[in-house]
């Protein structure tokens, strides 16, 4: 490891992230990593104390900064905060994320041995109470996610996309960053550009960031409805963009309301197809749920069923006209000169 490491701005869309946002700093401000580091939280219209816990950021520590996102959407609030950074390496962290120790030291190294773009590694799932332990279960499961490595773990190498990302910066300027109408999936959909453009995105199981489940069965179901949708939008501004996996979640949704109307219908039988996908996801919930309390594994079935469900809805229900919108709004984000650091506040 050389002793001059190159400079890191993290960036940081946030919007209401009063439970997280200190202790997500914190993970980034205690990271064991000797070059210039800082960290640009773009703000979204919060309606708790978000950005009261931002400016007591700023104000304890210099290399903290804002910048506003009137919008509140993500790809918004990244390009913002990417304009307002400054150094040549670009690492992506979401308010409920919680990097480990060494992440960013272990991801300029891969950048460097590796020549990638953008590398990332596993969004590690792990809840506070009962609830949030069965949805990080499912979250980290192949019963769950299918064999996405940065959900489940796997080996290092190439991969479509990967969980936040740290990139060059060039990477980045070159695309004209994140596409702002891409409410979800702006992750997928901007390292399909990269690799498009001849770039690299590689998965490394070193790098490992904690994230915190989304807190209720209603938060859970319109994160995952709004997945799906974008998907599919992914799907139609980039064909040949799709594979077996993400159509597996339509595909039961179609399934099982088709047997459950022949149930009610034609015959009783076809209740076999809801009744063998309950079955499926009781069984597939048992190893999920191990070392965990009777409540968590109890719930992780509803878990499942909820990701599964508004998932393979939201990309069923996808409106056409989400990809025309976003086919004619493209326009460049982020330009290749050097922006001035952001200013705290």
Known sequence: MPAQQPAVSVIMPVLNEERHLRDSVRHILGQEYAGEMEVVIALGPSTD??????????????RVHTVPNPTGRTPAALNAAIKASRHPIVVRVDGHGMLSPNYIATAVRLLEETGAQNVGGIMHAEGEN?????????????????????????????????????????????????????????????????REAGGLIWFSPELKVQYR???????????????????????????????????????????IAAGLVAGAVLTPWALVIPAGYLAAITAGSVPAGKGLSLKARAQIP?????????????????PRSLANKVIASRRPAVQADTAPAAQGG
């Not at 179901?221 to 949708?229: P, W």
Request: charge should be neutral; charged fraction near 20%.
């Open 130 to 194: 009962a609830w949030e332990d069965a949805v990080a279960a499912a979250m980290t499961s192949k019963i769950g996610v299918g064999n996405a490595a940065f959900h489940t773990g796997g080996q290092a190498g190439p991969a479509e996309t990967v969980y936040l990302g740290v990139f060059r910066r060039e990477a980045l300027e070159q695309q004209d960053g994140y596409n702002v109408e891409f409410i979800r999936a702006q992750d997928w959909e901007l390292n399909f550009r990269i």
């Open 213 to 255: 489940p989304r807190p209720s069965v209603r938060a859970l179901a319109k994160q995952y409805k709004d997945y799906g949708r974008w998907r599919h939008v992914v799907a139609r501004y980039h064909s040949g963009s799709i594979n077996l996996r993400y159509l597996a979640p339509p595909t039961a949704v179609c399934a």
């Open 302 to 318: 509803v878990a499942l069923a909820t990701m599964h469900m508004c998932w393979g809805f939201g990309f069923l229900t996808s």
């Open 49 to 62: 104390r978000t950005d009261e816990i931002a400016a007591e950021l700023v104000r304890e520590d210099p």
